[in-house]
């Protein structure tokens, strides 16, 4: 798209550029420079354009666009890279993508969904210009056994994303929930696709859900629903925390699985569910004990108020605090 394209030359270039050089670059008339710069100024990016001389990128938007996005990126990377205004679902498009036969490390990013997807068949609210929705391939090879830890892995990356852009610190509650000053900033669904003979893993695809600039939430998430802006008062641009994510979740990838022991210390560091008093909810059962520990395979272990110890996995349970959400 020849916006996407002027707007990263202009983020590269350190002074005034040309409509002429830039439509040699893009191969497109000056008539549709000219127009992409005013969609870009009406999209709230300051540009100044001097004759003679050209335009200047002056000061960018807090926009998701295909070329905000990459400009973060290493032009490599951004190949992989596939940006949507809007869809149903970022996992549900992915699948189709990952299907068609879309090359690992695909990232498929929204600015908002219409039917976004939680854990347990849980509805993601996803309003326009708020948040950072994105879904992320994979096609590991490994154990059906081992994918429940990528969630863990992801909450870690996403986490360290976080950490990064707004320059403060984040919890994990167990098992893909990313808290900040104890209140939900993001959410982690993941999903997989095998081969039912074999058992082969065709892919794995990891939802990630950020409330970047929200400040109105459902009455049932009020008490434990904030944003990332919110929590850190200052500004975050969501292009700017999309492409960390994905420079996390690269990582992460590169990583998986020998690097296990350097991603489950980090990930007990930010539990904080660990040591202490939480109520473990099954569909027909709710009882109160107590995390003792975290196991390797990250895992909670709990002993119960009778004594009774049991080591609980993420794909069976949800995990509460006594006296409130953690």
């Keep these: 798209m020849t916006k996407d394209k002027v707007l990263l030359l202009l983020k590269e270039a350190k002074t005034y550029l040309s409509g002429e050089a830039m439509s040699k670059e893009i191969g497109v008339s000056r008539a549709a420079i000219h127009t992409a710069v005013n969609k870009l100024r009406n999209d709230g990016y300051e540009i100044a354009s001097v004759t003679r001389k050209g335009y200047l990128l002056q000061k960018s938007a807090d926009q998701l666009s295909f070329g905000e996005i990459a400009s973060y990126l290493p032009k490599s990377r951004a190949e992989k890279l596939v940006y949507f205004n809007q869809v149903d679902s970022t996992n549900t498009k992915l699948k189709t993508l990952a299907t068609e036969g879309a090359k690992e490390q695909t990232t498929v990013v929204a600015n908002v969904q219409t039917a976004g997807k939680g854990r347990l068949g849980r509805r993601f609210e996803s309003p326009e210009n708020t948040g950072v929705y994105l879904s992320y391939l994979l096609r590991p090879n490994c154990e059906v056994a081992k994918l429940p830890e990528i969630t863990a892995w992801s909450a870690v990356a996403v986490a360290r994303a976080i950490e990064k852009v707004a320059n403060t610190k984040v919890d994990i509650k ?153």
């Excluded at 999903?191 to 859900?209: D, K, P, S």
Aim: net charge negative; proline share 1%; glycine share 8%.
């Design 174 to 326: 167990w098992v893909n929930d990313i808290l900040m000053h104890g209140k939900k900033v993001c959410g982690i669904l993941t999903e997989m696709a095998m081969e039912g003979e074999t058992g082969h893993i065709q892919y794995v695809i990891v939802g990630i859900g950020v409330n970047v600039h929200a400040t109105e939430f459902p009455e049932e998430l009020k008490r434990k629903a904030s944003s990332v802006e919110e929590e850190c008062g200052s500004c975050i641009k969501r292009a700017q925390l999309v492409a960390a994510i994905i420079q996390e979740m690269d990582l992460l990838y590169q990583k998986w699985p020998e690097e296990k022991q350097e991603y489950l210390q980090a990930y007990g560091e930010k539990c904080v569910n660990l040591h202490k008093e939480v109520l473990v909810i099954r569909k027909n059962e709710e009882k109160k004990g107590k995390v003792t520990a975290l196991t390797e395979n990250f895992q909670l272990q709990v002993r119960y108020e009778d004594g009774t110890e049991e080591i609980v996995s993420s794909g069976e349970v949800s995990v509460r605090g006594l006296h409130g959400y953690i």
